[in-house]
């Protein structure tokens, strides 16, 4: 029998969305790529399709640490910088998915991590709860239908894991998942104070209305003991997120709304608001 090599060429998008859909009903999500050429092809072969109910896209943040040599303080500095926020993740929303959005389509990051199978003491760290709690309020306020973090097993990435006992226990970025629940429902707001390490600063927050007089404010907060590389002794609203009991934090109230309140370094906080 002969053979012939394929030739090297970029694969060609054949649409199977309708067929597919025509023979069960269904509506298809895709093309679920970490690259950023994919989508832009894969929308213009779909988009017209009737079927195609949520484009999707991974990205790893901070890209590969073995290959970009970095070390565990950059990749600290790196989950909290200001450079993600301003360049990082609008660079991949103007170039890849706000496209998506002018076609009228929904977009989903299905696997989001902070760096390609992360950092030890970071991805799986308090920090990790911080960046986590400000990554998702980013894309949530640029039109995102939602996000994954990866869950690949033995990943320090991993939300969740299994013990050597086999039970399932939480790594701290499983915090900043739920002060994003909490705060992105009704009148609340989220304030993430990214200071850390030597000469870290506490933050001063004043509540400013406009056009609402809150009768009620409390304030709930996402700490650890022991700084942004704590894997343990995390807290959220004084509670623990644990295997085997109910979530038990509490809100606080505000004494005073005129009043600057302190966020310190290296914590977030969350206000709520009602009448």
């Not at 400000?134 to 299994?162: I, K, P, S, Y």
């Not at 209305?209 to 807290?235: C, Y």
Request: contains cysteine; proline residues 5%; hydrophobic residues 40%.
């Amino acid at each position: 029998m002969k053979t012939a090599a394929l030739p090297r060429r970029a694969p060609k998008i054949i649409s199977p969305v309708g067929a597919i859909s025509q023979a069960t009903f269904s509506k298809l999500a895709g093309p679920d790529a970490s690259g950023r050429a994919l989508v832009k092809r894969f929308l213009h072969a779909e988009k017209d399709c009737g079927f195609l109910a949520l484009v999707t896209q991974h990205t790893y943040v901070g890209g590969n640490p073995i290959k970009h040599g970095i070390d565990l303080p950059h990749a600290i500095e790196n989950m909290l910088s200001r450079e993600w926020v301003t360049n990082n993740y609008p660079q991949l929303y103007r170039t890849v998915l706000e496209p998506v959005q002018k076609q009228g389509l929904p977009f989903r990051l299905t696997e989001l991590d902070d760096h390609v199978h992360g950092v030890t003491n970071a991805s799986d760290a308090f920090v990790s709860a911080l960046w986590a709690l400000d990554c998702m309020h980013w894309w949530a306020a640029h039109g995102a239908a939602g996000v994954n973090f990866q869950n690949t097993e033995w990943l320090r990435t991993d939300t969740f894991f299994r013990d050597s006992d086999g039970n399932y226990q939480m790594h701290p970025k499983a915090y900043g998942i739920k002060a994003f629940n909490l705060g992105s429902h009704g009148r609340v707001q989220s304030v993430v104070n990214k200071e850390h390490g030597a000469g870290a600063r506490n933050a001063r927050v004043k509540i400013l209305s406009p056009g609402f007089e809150p009768g009620i404010a409390q304030v709930m907060f996402l700490t650890a003991g022991d700084g942004v590389q704590a894997t343990d002794g995390v807290s959220l609203g004084g509670g623990t997120i644990v295997n085997n009991a109910p979530w038990q934090g509490k809100w606080a109230m505000v004494v005073s709304k005129r009043e600057y309140l302190r966020v310190p370094a290296a914590s977030a906080a969350l206000f709520r608001f009602a009448r």
